[in-house]
């Protein structure tokens, strides 16, 4: 059974840092790319950061560059997104997905939700 699992969420003040965590079984981890989506408060859901399967690749939203971090431990099963300078605008449910191009599969997490405010 295909499980990713989001953790790390929560209220933090603006300026704060998170580290979002996803963890995944069911399939094999070291053949997917693994990406972070955002849906703010009304808005469409907006891809923030990926990661190539072997880790080497990553790319990011604009907004986000310079703040946020994606990473991945294949060992673990596991991609994270360590967030720095947290804005309000940062503000919604994140998501981790995995992806596969090649032959199209692609998994979601449940989402986990990040609030910045004061």
């Known amino acids: 059974q295909v499980q990713l699992v989001e953790s790390g969420g929560g209220l933090v003040q603006p300026g704060g840092s998170l580290r979002l965590s996803c963890a995944a079984s069911g399939f094999t981890f070291t053949s997917y790319a693994m990406v972070w989506y955002r849906r703010a408060p009304g808005k469409e859901r907006k891809l923030v950061a990926v990661i190539g399967s072997g880790g080497r690749e990553t790319s990011y939203e604009d907004s986000v560059k310079g703040r946020f971090t994606i990473s991945r431990d294949n060992a673990r099963n596991t991609a994270y997104l360590q967030m720095n300078s947290l804005r309000p605008e940062d503000t919604g449910i994140y998501y981790c997905?995995?992806?596969?191009?090649?032959?199209?599969?692609?998994?979601w997490g449940q989402g986990t939700q990040v609030t910045v405010s004061s």
């Open positions: 997905c995995a992806n596969r191009p090649s032959t199209g599969s692609t998994y």
